[in-house]
Structure formats: C-alpha cells, structure tokens
C-alpha cells in the first residue's frame, strides 16, 4: 500500500539574486560581475531550477539578461537581473585652438572624449586662457568620465608668444637677405603686443642665437653701421631696439632673437663681408 500526502503549498519558490563586482555608476559594473541564485520555498521542496547556477559576467556589455526559474509544489517564479558592464576606461584626445597663442589670447581646449559603449559623461580640461605671467609652455590636464564611471586623463601643451611686429627700419625680416660688415654694430627695432593689439612692456632681455646657413646669390638690403649703445633697450610702448655687434669672423647667419617666450621665429638673415 501507498499513501499519497497532499501539499497545502500555495507559493512558489523565493528567488533573490545575489550580485558582486566592481560596482560604477548609473547602474554600471567596471569589472567582472559574479551573479548567484538564492531559491528557497519553506513549504516544499524545489522540484526544478532553470538559470539558478552561478554565472560570472566578464564580457563587456549594454544589458545582458540573466534569469532563474524554479518550480515547488507552490507553483513557478522567476527572477531576472539586467547586468550592465564596461571595463573600458574612454579614450581622449585633447586639440587646443591655438597651440602658439598670444599673450593674453584666450583660447579653448577640447578633451574630445570618445566612449563607445557606456557614452562620455562628463570631460573637464583645466585652465583655458593664456596669461600674461609665465610664457613658455603651459601643460593642460583633461579628464574624461563615462557613463559607468570609468576615466581617462590626458595632456596637452600650448606655448604662449609675444606678438611679435618683425624688425623695422634698418634690418629686414626672412625672405630677404641683409648685407653688413664684420665687427659691425647693427641695430634691430621691433615692437611687440599682445594678443588684443596692447603694448607689452618690460621685456627684461634680449639676446641672439646665430646659425650659419648657406650663402645667398644676392642681398636685398645693406644695414648701415650703428651708432647705438650696444645692448637691449626699451624705448617704452611696446618699441626695443637691440644693438648687436657682428662676428669677427663669418659668412652668412641666421639670427633668431631671443625675448624669452621660446619663439624662434624672430629672425633676420645676414651677410657678412
């Protein structure tokens, strides 16, 4: 004989994930996710499950759906999960809109931030305007964020100039070719400005580098034997001169002058004789 006892079980099984991983942000994992079923029914037992094993998340994805299915006396319940996960930090590419500005030149940096699956939340580059303390190169850091929380930061440089208005009078600027003698002291004028057309004043120096360079046919300009007291001067208002002494012995030069600013495009051309 059997006897066949009846079950009072009106409800099916209790189902509650159990997720851990790196947790990011706005619903996101950045690093593998480990899903695992608690499935209880305290009236009867759980007859099957489907999904209720442990699964571990570690391909990148938008919306993986993970469900368990388990069937008691009481009935069949179900519970599903969405995981969302990106390990990938986004990429960045900084461009500034003027990597040589001007004194006083305001200018914009853009982090360019790039992320194909979560999308870029937020980009922040630092300071965006040049100054009229410290010349030379200016070193920006730009942070990109993501959707999950991911980041990046990258660098980019700009160097600030003086506006430089090329030598007047007696020397002329590249292009062209100036003769003067050995020993001869030469007097350059250039006026410099910033960025908004302002004088700049209070250039603490000056100096020239020289390279020698070929030799050319002819010379389009011939700068007269200065009178000047050697050395930087500034006459006010944005205006130097500099009077420069040439070697004792040379061909031809390049002069670049040298305010300070890390420019090398303050040049003059010579020839010697």
Known sequence: YSVVIGSNDSTPPAIVAQVTGTVGTNGW????????????????????????????????????????????????????VTIKLDKTAPTAQPAVSNVRPLLNEVITIQANGVDALSGVASEVCGTTATDSVSLLVKRVNCTVTDDAGNSVVRQTAYRVVYGFQGFTDTVLNPGFWNAAGLNQPITFKFKVLDANGDPVTGIPSAAFASTAVACPARVSNTAPVSVEAHGFVDLGNGDYEFTWVSPASASCLRLVLELGDGSVNYRAQFKFQ
């Open 29 to 80: 994992y950045r690093g593998n996710v480990v899903v695992e079923w608690s499935v209880t029914d305290a009236e009867s037992q759980v007859t099957t499950s489907t999904g209720c094993g442990p699964l571990v998340v570690s391909v990148e994805t938008a919306g993986q759906l993970i469900t368990c299915q388990a069937t008691s006396a009481g009935g069949t319940a179900s519970q599903s």
